[in-house]
């Protein structure tokens, strides 16, 4: 059975969980655009403990050796694996990355709504009604640089204030 929340950690630990691995890197480096705005979500919450992966281990490429979107026995075998290490870890929260990583591990999980509203305005209120007491799902941090740079600050201060406003309550 998974435990989500129920080990006692010396600091909560927050698992954040992006689509798929990318060729050469290490899961959300620092190195592409999701690591580095998840890297400053990271620097808000130093008294936790950051632990960083994808829902697919395996970058999913195509026959030209491009990356592609992970079809659904890629994310059928990231689960399995996923589900493990959750078990493990047993994180206090878990940070879904994305529509599509948000809907897959909801529905999963078991979670409603299955498909979560993610805000256009970024806003925590929003996302932590969206919420599940140990699961979050938020925009994609890549879809923020891409489609809404101005609002990469926004989105770093609403995900901080809701993980905060989860974990530490």
Request: overall charge positive; glycine content about 4%; some cysteine.
């Amino acid at each position: 059975m998974l435990s989500i929340g129920k080990l006692n950690h010396n600091k909560p630990t927050i698992y954040f969980v992006g689509l798929s691995a990318k060729p050469n890197c290490d899961h959300l480096s620092t190195q592409t655009n999701t690591g580095s705005v998840i890297e400053q979500i990271i620097h808000h919450i130093p008294d936790m403990t950051s632990i960083k992966t994808n829902l697919v281990k395996d970058p999913p490429l195509d026959r030209r050796g491009n990356l592609r979107y992970p079809n659904f026995m890629e994310m059928e075998r990231g689960w399995n694996d996923l589900l493990y290490d959750m078990t493990d870890i047993s994180p206090n929260l878990i940070v879904t990355l994305g529509l599509q990583v948000s809907f897959f591990i909801r529905t999963k999980m078991g979670i409603q709504p299955a498909k979560p509203i993610l805000p256009p305005d970024f806003s925590s209120q929003t996302y932590l009604s969206q919420s599940a007491s140990y699961l979050l799902s938020v925009h994609h941090p890549s879809f923020v640089v891409v489609y809404r740079r101005s609002y990469i600050e926004n989105y770093v201060n609403s995900v901080v204030q809701s993980i905060l406003s989860i974990v530490l309550t």
